[in-house]
């Protein structure tokens, strides 16, 4: 007998919005016609945060329901190559570069989606208030055995309405890129100027002449800063790490330091007792992982860099019916969210038997503490950050356990040279063409400049 089967992918604000419709993809086209698939957008457009709508601009701080609601900022582009990002069955068009921009990507989402014809299972301007487990639920479905069922509560923003449906499964993909973390810094509260967050950059001509420090060391540090030279008079990064994020002189308006080692109204005064006058400072400090729409029964623990608890950072350990993709970081989007989607189907066909809940729990901390105690391994804010051979050995498993090919063999050769070229220091990365040839080879033509 073959019981119904309906999963639910809540997914809302999120950078990732790969993530939402390749789970469509897999569940209504895989032939299996017992799964009902429904997507949640509290947005009234397809593209999550890689939006660039008009007035974002002006209005900064918007609910991620507003029209002007945006992660991105004017001049950026991807820090990995079309061929990493694009989704299965559907490359990006020929003629793209390699590094593109917000738009192009935008585009190749909403053609996706068209292509597939994905809209009709996505209910825009629906926001998720609330979901929590079933506990003691007596519906014979073949889910059961595996975990609840979920009662989900959502508001038709358009017409100011609830409605609460059950579902035998629900996937997290609201992704990480939504609420910013703002760690606290060696008397940032003593200056009076302006405090941004990298969520809030938009246009280097807003900082035109100006001198602006920005807190942080990572991509995004890297990328808006280097945006930000053309227009800037002067950018001190101050980040916790050694080492250069840029190649010497290349931008010859940006200073290197240490973290500040306290302010004044007007003024940084860096470590070495210096003090600087600075119009502005932009924190490049991430972001935490937030869902404020799960009940306490969801008995889920969400912080800077870490969800729990969770079996191979993905099923949730308690009620395997809840699954969070992509929280792998360090990974290639594309082949990460394949297996992914991929593993957890099979769980819910039952082709994959899992291990029972204390294993599992004890796979989650075990796991974690193995990472990050290790000097070389993961750091606390990562908490599920795999380097490269890991993940790879990761992927690896899922594919043997669920049965199939996780990666062609070009992939993890893609990734190495992808990551070479983000940690090079050299910002003209993204001039290179970087480019998949077939499944054991790819291109890569460097640019001179």
């Not at 990551?419 to 460097?446: T, V, W």
């Amino acid at each position: 007998m073959q019981y119904p089967l309906r999963g639910i992918k809540r997914l809302s604000r999120t950078l990732r919005r790969s993530v939402e419709m390749q789970i469509i993809f897999y569940k209504c086209h895989s032939g299996d016609a017992k799964y009902e698939v429904v997507l949640f957008e509290q947005a009234n457009r397809i593209g999550g945060v890689w939006n660039y709508p008009a007035g974002c601009e002006e209005n900064l701080e918007q609910d991620p329901a507003s029209p002007f609601y945006s992660r991105m900022y004017k001049n950026m582009r991807t820090n990995l190559p079309t061929d990493l990002m694009c989704l299965e069955g559907f490359p990006f068009p020929q003629g793209s570069r390699s590094y593109c921009d917000v738009q192009t990507v935008n585009n190749y989402l909403e053609g996706y989606a068209k292509h597939f014809h994905l809209s009709e299972h996505i209910k825009l301007s629906h926001r998720i208030v609330n979901i929590a487990p079933q506990i003691g639920d007596k519906e014979n479905t073949r889910v059961a055995a595996i975990g609840p069922r979920w009662t989900v509560t959502y508001e038709d923003l358009q017409q100011s309405s609830e409605t609460s449906e059950i579902f035998d499964a629900v996937l997290i993909c609201t992704g990480k890129y939504h609420s910013p973390y703002i760690p606290e810094i060696s008397g940032l509260k003593h200056y009076r100027g302006p405090i941004l967050h990298s969520s809030e950059y938009r246009d280097p001509e807003q900082f035109r002449t100006k001198t602006v420090l920005v807190i942080g060391g990572g991509p995004s540090a890297t990328d808006i800063t280097t945006d930000m030279a053309t227009t800037a008079q002067q950018i001190i990064v101050a980040k916790r790490k050694n080492g250069s994020l840029f190649h010497k002189n290349q931008l010859p308006n940006v200073l290197e330091t240490t973290m500040p080692k306290t302010f004044n109204e007007k003024e940084v005064v860096l470590e070495d007792g210096c003090s600087v006058p600075i119009d502005t400072v932009l924190l490049c400090t991430g972001y935490r992982f937030n869902f404020p729409f799960l009940s306490e029964e969801c008995q889920v623990e969400a912080s800077r860099g870490r969800v729990s608890p969770l079996y191979r950072h993905l099923v949730h350990c308690v009620y395997p019916s809840m699954a969070f993709p992509l929280l792998v970081a360090l990974v290639p989007i594309t082949p990460l969210l394949d297996c992914q989607v991929k593993y957890f189907k099979a769980i819910l066909d039952g082709q994959v038997q899992l291990p029972s809940t204390d294993d599992m729990l004890l796979y989650n901390a075990s796991d974690y503490h193995r990472r990050t105690s290790d000097p070389k391994g993961s750091p606390r804010q990562v908490a599920h950050g795999l380097p490269e051979e890991a993940a790879w050995a990761y992927l690896n498993e899922l594919g043997k356990e669920a049965g199939f090919d996780p990666y062609d063999p070009v992939v993890p050769q893609l990734t190495k040279a992808a990551f070479e070229a983000i940690f090079s220091g050299n910002p003209a990365y993204k001039e290179h063409l970087l480019h998949r040839i077939d499944a054991n080879s790819f291109k890569h033509i460097k640019a001179t400049a």
